[in-house]
């Protein structure tokens, strides 16, 4: 089992950044994928930022892209999510996740992904 716990959320002004961190614990396969993922009130769930491990190779999609960035600890326990520049849409609840079998293809579609932290909140007032 894997299990993941996300922290790091808070309340920020527009044109801020914060840093979420997901520890992770568990049996993470070398081949998994690791994402950000996102959920405001009345929306779908919005994959943010993936960490392929196979390759240790990244997927932003343009809707952040050069605002928010995804790294991992040296000890590969720990998953970050740097943003930067937020604005008021940005708010959000904000989830980690694993994909077990995955591959650097992977486009963050949210039923693919076995595990899930249980969300930090990110509130960002204009």
């Known amino acids: 089992q894997v299990q993941l716990v996300e922290s790091g959320g808070g309340s920020v002004q527009a044109g801020g950044s914060l840093r979420l961190s997901c520890a992770t614990s568990?049996?993470?396969?070398?081949?998994?994928?690791m994402a950000w993922f996102r959920q405001a009130p009345g929306k779908e769930r919005e994959g943010l930022a993936r960490l392929y491990l196979g390759q240790l190779t990244t997927y932003i999609p343009e809707s952040v892209k050069g605002r928010f960035t995804i790294s991992q600890d040296s000890n590969k326990k720990t998953l970050y999510l740097q943003m930067n520049n937020l604005k008021p849409d940005d708010t959000a609840k904000y989830y980690c996740?694993?994909?077990?079998?995955?591959?650097?293809?992977?486009?963050?579609?949210?039923?693919?992904?076995?595990?899930w932290g249980q969300g930090t909140q990110v509130t960002v007032s204009s």
């Open positions: 996740a694993v994909r077990q079998d995955c591959t650097r293809l992977d486009t963050m579609r949210t039923p693919v992904y076995n595990y």
């Open positions: 568990g049996n993470i396969g070398s081949t998994a994928c």
